[in-house]
């Protein structure tokens, strides 16, 4: 059975930082893209970011300027995929999700939420002002 597991959420002041952990099973981890989501309340899913298999190449969302303040990665002895996050806004709050899901479509849409059909179950990250 393919499993994510996030781990690492929490509460924390605006400017510090996080770090999230995507923890797998069930599947050849270096074969797949990771991405990691998020979801605010009320507002749609959106992608932050995503690491390829091979080469580690990444992507990141510009639009709200996660780059430069987040960083992801991944260990391939492990199979687990973090989320280095830093100077955290309270626009940062949501729950966030790991994915993961088919090599091409992935490859194609890597910030697409619909590219990803495995889903983690969640770890709520709250930014206090």
């Known amino acids: 059975e393919v499993q994510l597991v996030e781990s690492g959420g929490g509460l924390v002041q605006a400017g510090g930082s996080l770090r999230l952990s995507c923890s797998t099973s069930?599947?050849?981890?270096?074969?797949?893209?990771i991405g990691w989501f998020r979801q605010a309340p009320g507002k749609e899913r959106e992608g932050v970011s995503c690491i390829s298999p091979s080469d580690g190449s990444v992507n990141y969302l510009e639009s709200v300027n996660v780059k430069g303040r987040f960083t992801i990665s991944r260990d391939n002895i492990r199979n687990t995929v973090y989320l280095q996050m830093n100077s955290l806004r309270p626009e940062d709050t949501a729950v966030y999700y790991c994915?993961?899901?088919?090599?091409?479509?992935?490859?194609?849409?890597?910030?697409?939420?619909?590219?990803?059909?495995?889903w983690g179950q969640g770890a709520q990250v709250t930014v206090s002002s």
């Open positions: 069930g599947f050849t981890f270096d074969d797949y893209a």
């Open positions: 994915a993961t899901g088919n090599k091409v479509v992935v490859t194609l849409y890597p910030l697409d939420p619909w590219s990803y059909d495995v």
